[in-house]
């Protein structure tokens, strides 16, 4: 699988458009690697992870189109992650050329909350009763805890986060095929005990794992890692066998107030054994 990183910042982007902070203004004056939108992914050009608010502006600037899209799903709907007008964007009212139907696997709290934005927009045409839109030219697939989901040519494992729980925030296990693993892991703090064990149970390890790196070197919270965090994570990950030494280990979902521009934040976390991954990269899995 090839991996397309279309957003590596925090809920308020970095830099952070009303701060004046030394993070922030670096991040100005530097430019390209260091502008982060907010997060988004795309697998092999037809797999997207968090229909986010900056796709339009990732998309564009990144010149990666987003028509090939046929599957998709959402780790849950904090507005960094979920921008309705999305859905409209790539709809029949658009007169979109070249965009697919897709299957778009969703928790039942974005479910709902999906089908009330819906109700906004849909013409008689569509059928919300069985989840089928096909003016927004979406079917949700609906995810609980723990459940492996068939799309296509990819198979997801739903690990539910600690983050939102109300929301219903999970983080994914990705593999095409029976080929190598995708671990995507924001929006997260560090995961209760027995999660990894639960993932090692299910036959699942990863060649690539993306965490959340929200608090940078500043202490972590309830619901985001601060970079020793992130280490001490990693670390149970590859104690319990999810991970091994082979295993590339990428940072993302990084605040303006806890890291440097690009270049002092790839040190920082070289010195930690991982690497910082940046709008626009892309890692074959
Ligand atoms: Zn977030
Ligand atoms: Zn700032
Ligand atoms: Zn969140």
Redesign the pocket.
Same mark, same amino acid.
């Given at each position: 699988m090839n991996l397309t990183f279309l957003g590596t910042g925090s809920a308020e982007g970095h830099?952070?458009p009303f !701060?004046? !902070?030394r %993070?922030?203004d670096d991040a100005r004056r530097v430019g390209g690697k260091a502008i982060r939108y907010r997060c988004s992914a795309l697998i092999d050009d037809e797999f997207l992870i968090d229909f986010g608010p900056d796709l339009n502006a990732a998309s564009n600037t990144l010149g990666v189109p987003l028509n090939g899209v046929r599957y998709a799903a959402q780790t849950h709907p904090h507005e960094d992650h979920l921008y309705f007008g999305n859905f409209f964007n790539r709809s029949t009212h658009c007169l979109v050329e070249g965009a697919h139907h897709m299957q778009y696997t969703v928790s039942p709290v974005t479910a709902e909350l999906f089908r009330d934005a819906a109700r906004g927009w849909l013409r008689e045409v569509d059928d919300p009763s069985r989840d089928h839109y096909p003016t927004l030219r979406a079917d949700l697939v609906i995810h609980q805890d723990w459940d492996t989901i068939r799309l296509g040519p990819y198979t997801l494992l739903a690990i539910p986060a600690n983050h939102a729980p109300e929301l219903q925030a999970h983080i994914f296990g990705i593999r095409r095929d029976d080929g190598p693993a995708l671990l995507w892991g924001t929006d997260t703090a560090t995961m209760p005990d027995g999660i990894w064990e639960r993932v090692r149970d299910e036959a699942w390890q990863f060649s690539v794992m993306v965490m959340d790196h929200n608090h940078g070197y500043r202490d972590a919270s309830t619901v985001h890692h601060s970079s020793d965090s992130f280490v001490a994570e990693v670390a149970r990950m590859r104690d319990v066998g999810v991970i091994d030494g082979e295993t590339r280990v990428l940072a993302t979902h990084f605040a %303006? %107030?806890s890291h440097p521009v690009p270049e002092d934040l790839a040190a920082f976390a070289a010195e930690r054994g991982y690497e910082p991954a940046w709008d626009g990269m892309v890692v074959e899995v």
């Open positions: 830099p952070n !701060c004046r !902070c %993070h922030c %303006h %107030h």
